[in-house]
């Protein structure tokens, strides 16, 4: 059997998929902010506190509104990942936090507690 699909029924298929894929409808967020907030708490709270304002000068506050959280999440998952020294910071923040296990999924997992915790300060 030799099917045959006119060329433009082809290119709607395409296109539509490709839409489909790019608005993410395909993809699920896994990240889960309960586990990020217990890998929160055992890399990240020492530095960045338990209500996320900073306990060492210089260490964002995560509740100003248009502050470090207001940054794409790849911004801030290459932060964490690799270390950052911002500019009125001390000293830097080490890759992982200074926590060499950290995963992927645990950066991930962070990003959805920050995200879901700590609000805007107007």
């Known amino acids: 059997m030799n099917l045959r699909f006119p060329r433009t029924l082809c290119i709607v298929f395409f296109a539509s998929g490709a839409m489909f894929l790019a608005s993410g409808a395909g993809a699920q967020d896994t990240s889960d902010a309960a586990r990020g907030k217990e890998v929160y708490a055992g890399t990240c709270v020492a530095c ?3 209500t996320g304002k900073g306990t060492i000068p210089g260490t964002p506050d995560f509740n100003k509104a248009n502050g470090v959280l ?3 999440d790849d911004v801030l998952k290459d932060h964490i990942t690799n270390g950052f020294r911002g500019r009125r910071s001390r000293m830097p923040m080490p890759a992982k936090g200074g926590n060499a296990s950290l995963t992927d999924d645990d950066v991930e997992d962070v990003l959805a507690y ?4 700590f609000g805007s300060e107007q």
């Open 48 to 50: 960045h506190g338990p």
């Open 70 to 72: 207001s940054q794409d």
């Open 114 to 117: 920050l995200h879901e915790s």
